[in-house]
T-cell receptor, first 110, second 115 residues
Framework: EDQVTQSPEALRLQEGESSSLNCSYT??????LFWYRQDPGKGPEFLFT???AGEEKEKERLKATLTKKESFLHITAPKPEDSATYLC???????????FGQGTELSVKP | ETGVTQTPRHLVMGMTNKKSLKCEQH?????MYWYKQSAKKPLELMFV???????ENNSVPSRFSPECPNSSHLFLHLHTLQPEDSALYLC??????????????FGEGSWLTVV
């Protein structure tokens, strides 16, 4: 069964304290892995798409990486405005469905 | 501004009411989606439309009825809902369906409370 698991469920950081969020997946033929950011009361905002193992993408303080079993979202020197829930989703090659993880709630304190 | 606009942003309805959620996308996309997001649970796909034809219905109860009159507009008609249907309902669009690996863009969501 296709599955996406994100860890940790919640992460509290001090401003400037770098860390990583994990997204582990099991799908039949990965066709894409997506990262989204969701602020409270708002819809998910697209961040990155990764298609193959070894691929990396960066945007400001965020860097996403992909292996055959998991993806990491690295946050370098985070700021309070990076506080949000980060969602990972995978597109499987079998049913063509986008399967979401439950998200990691990130809180960055000044 | 994501290019996907949802109205209303907040809706409170009784279990015997009939209401509708509206979604409009300004991105020129051909596929539109309804997702449900409940507290502490992953997003659940409800319906997928591609070029105004429904291509996916994830065993959603019939009290939820989608309508896609054209590729830019999507509605979710609601009737005789239950309190457990209270959630954030997200509309989304993509260039084609997810089968093509295209990125899905979300609206801000409609918060639904059933009393």
């Amino acid at each position: 069964e296709d599955q996406v698991t994100q860890s940790p469920e919640a992460l509290r950081l001090q401003e400037g304290e770098s860390s990583s969020l994990n997204c582990s997946y099991t799908v039949s033929g990965l066709r894409g892995l997506f990262w989204y950011r969701q602020d409270p009361g708002k819809g998910p905002e697209f961040l990155f798409t990764l298609y193959s193992a070894g691929e990396e993408k960066e945007k400001e303080r965020l860097k996403a990486t992909l292996t055959k079993k998991e993806s990491f979202l690295h946050i370098t020197a985070p700021k309070p405005e990076d506080s949000a829930t980060y969602l990972c989703a995978v597109l499987d090659g079998g049913g063509g469905k986008l399967i979401f993880g439950q998200g990691t709630e990130l809180s960055v304190k000044p | 501004e994501t290019g996907v606009t949802q109205t209303p942003r907040h809706l409170v309805m009784g279990m015997t009411n009939k209401k509708s959620l509206k979604c409009e996308q300004h991105l020129g996309h051909n596929a539109m989606y309804w997702y449900k997001q409940s507290a502490k649970k992953p997003l659940e796909l409800m319906f997928v439309y591609s070029l105004e034809e429904r291509v996916e219905n994830n065993s959603v109860p019939s009290r939820f009825s989608p309508e896609c009159p054209n590729s830019s507009h999507l509605f979710l008609h609601l009737h005789t809902l239950q309190p457990e249907d209270s959630a954030l309902y997200l509309c989304a669009s993509s260039q084609e369906t997810a089968l093509s690996g295209n990125t899905i863009y979300f609206g801000e969501g409609s918060w639904l409370t059933v009393v």
